[in-house]
């Protein structure tokens, strides 16, 4: 008789929250991190792009804030606060960056381009969680009501609706009627998602 112990079965990831997917990884799924990551790779991007850093630097912070991820995942107490978290570590790392580069180019605090006080520091997650919010949705609608609704209204400049429904095969009449049920859709997830 084996005394080893038994290995895990691999369980398919089709439950994407938060809870989920930090269970998973604290388990060892490479799926589950990459699941994780790439569930919050654009907020996380965002954060160093709103405070103006030059894409290189952003990718440097956002690798960071991964690093800390992984370090801390094992600690993190609340795991569906998880999009609260990054953001806050996102911008921890982007304001302590600022403040070096500002000792090493002048004394002068007036000169920093960073967001002035709590107040704009607050617009700047307040708006970050919004669009975390929308990727979510998004992410939740059909993928034909998700590219209908990328390709309307997120693709610039925007195609008339000839090229659409040309793309996604559809009737050109039936684009209006599709549209309004796929945001119609993505209102019902967002308004799940605030509450």
């Known amino acids: 008789m084996s005394t080893a112990p038994k290995k895990a079965k691999a369980v398919p990831l ?27 790779k654009n907020l996380i991007y ?10 290189e630097e952003c990718a440097d912070i956002f690798q960071a804030v991964c690093m800390d991820l992984l370090t801390e995942l094992p600690r993190l107490r609340e795991p569906n606060a998880l ?6 570590i996102a911008r921890n790392k982007c304001f302590h960056r600022k403040q070096t580069q500002h000792r090493h180019q002048v004394a002068d605090l007036d000169d920093v381009d960073l967001p002035s006080g709590t107040e704009a520091s607050d617009d ?26 990328e390709m309307l209204f997120f693709e610039e400049p925007s195609r008339p609706y000839e090229q659409v429904a040309a793309e996604l095969e559809l009737a050109q009449g039936s684009i209006g009627f599709i549209r309004r ?15």
Do not use: N
């Open 124 to 149: 700047i997650v307040a708006q970050t969680q919004q669009e975390q919010m929308l990727r979510e949705a998004l992410a939740d609608l059909s993928p034909r009501c998700r590219k209908l609704v």
């Open 46 to 55: 965002s954060i160093p792009v709103r405070y103006g850093f030059p894409e």
């Open 14 to 40: 089709t439950d994407s929250s938060d809870a989920r997917l930090v269970k998973q990884c604290l388990h060892g799924s490479e799926e589950a991190w990459s699941k994780l990551i790439d569930k919050y």
């Open 83 to 88: 999009a609260g978290w990054l953001i806050q």
């Open 181 to 195: 049920r796929c945001l119609d859709k993505l209102r019902q997830r967002l308004e799940k998602l605030v509450r």
